[in-house]
């Protein structure tokens, strides 16, 4: 739980900040007490990570990073409204279950010290999260690429029901779902081929190319959504709900209305339900803005891209360019973040290398 309250953060905001802050310190721990606002399946958790992202302004009491366990007294856990919808028939994938995002109450709640991975290092603050969450990307990025796999899938086959797959223009068209999963599982294969092992003993997929096919998904994926929708038409939208299909009044109907190139009109109906949930849905659409805003959004991913040590102008890349160009290596101060961020960052061969 990283997330600080969207409160005044204006020049001039004036309130007191309901943001989880140190009020107490001793000898056994730190006693905080605020908000943390967003946490997805914390209802579920044992344990909770307490973080936070820098941002200008940020006071050092605010700066906490530790772990406590949910039942901790002081500890109130306060979902919002779910989104699961019991008709499984109809609703095939918001019948699954739901995240569940929520937010944490801490009361004046003791951490003790050896719950505690750091505290008021406003400069510290900015390098953690990217890099603890490093590991946490990649799976994201998979997840990325198993969804680009699942909308080709989707394209493909209503294309094919609807007897349009043949059609040159729509083939054009499909080709762009191709490219997406392409791209995007690319990817995960190229950030597992230049992974290396930190000085912890941890794999690690290479950041870099983690968060490019993540910016990269995150660009197109709205694009993507509205295509595949635009070919599928008002398939999407309307179709026989189960009761009805089994109306025989109705199905007499309704069933040359669905009936298509290949395949029966079922299944047309159970495609037109999984993209209706996925992408037409308050199920869905809580999908899309988590994955606009799961442990960083585009801008910020660009951002901390360029967080990276070796992204300077006495770069490697910056270096090749020079040389090339008969310049002699530019005198940039390059480290200036600690050795253990650098080590994280790049295996010790790419770190050091000379183009």
């Not at 997805?40 to 044992?46: C, E, I, K, L």
């Not at 990570?49 to 050092?60: A, E, S």
């Not at 499909?174 to 992974?195: C, P, Q, T």
């Not at 009936?259 to 949930?277: L, S």
Request: charged fraction near 20%; charge should be negative.
């Amino acid at each position: 739980m990283f997330i600080d309250p969207q409160t005044d953060r204006s020049e001039h905001g004036s309130a007191a900040s309901p943001a989880l802050t140190i009020v107490d310190e001793n000898d056994e721990g730190i006693l905080v007490r605020g908000v943390k606002p967003v946490g997805t399946s914390a209802a579920f958790a044992q344990w909770l990570h307490l973080g936070v992202f820098f941002r200008p302004g940020l006071p050092p009491d605010q700066v906490i990073f530790g772990v406590i366990p949910t039942n901790t007294p002081g500890v109130t856990i306060v979902a919002r409204e779910a989104y699961v919808n019991d008709d499984a028939a109809n609703h095939p994938l918001a019948a699954m279950g739901d995240e569940l995002d929520c937010a944490a109450i801490i009361e004046d709640v003791l951490i003790p010290w050896d719950c505690v991975f750091h505290v008021r290092n406003v400069e510290h603050a900015v390098l953690y999260p990217i890099r603890v969450f490093d590991w946490h990307q990649y799976y994201i990025l998979v997840r990325a690429a198993v969804r680009a796999e699942l909308m080709l899938g989707l394209a493909m086959a209503m294309a094919d029901s609807l007897g349009t797959f043949q059609i040159p223009e729509v083939k054009v068209r499909l080709a762009k779902f191709i490219e997406f999963h392409s791209i995007l599982r690319a990817s995960v294969v190229a950030s597992e081929e230049f992974g290396f092992i930190t000085p912890g003993g941890q794999f690690k997929p290479d950041p870099q190319t983690v968060d490019t096919g993540r910016a990269y998904y995150l660009e197109h994926y709205p694009a993507m959504i509205q295509e595949l929708l635009d070919l599928c038409g008002r398939v999407a939208l309307m179709y026989p709900s189960e009761g009805q299909w089994h109306d025989e009044k109705l199905r007499k109907w309704m069933e040359p209305t669905v009936t298509g190139a290949h395949g029966n009109g079922y299944d047309r109906i159970k495609m037109a339900r999984v993209i209706h949930d996925l992408f037409l849905t308050e199920w869905g659409t809580r999908q899309q803005m988590f994955d606009n805003f799961q442990a960083t959004p585009l801008r910020m991913i660009r951002f901390l891209n360029m967080m990276r040590w070796y992204q300077t102008p006495a770069g490697e890349a910056v270096d090749f360019a020079r040389q090339l160009c008969g310049i002699e290596a530019a005198d940039t101060e390059t480290d200036a973040q600690p050795d253990y961020i650098k080590r994280i960052d790049r295996p010790a061969n790419l770190a050091s290398a000379t183009p």
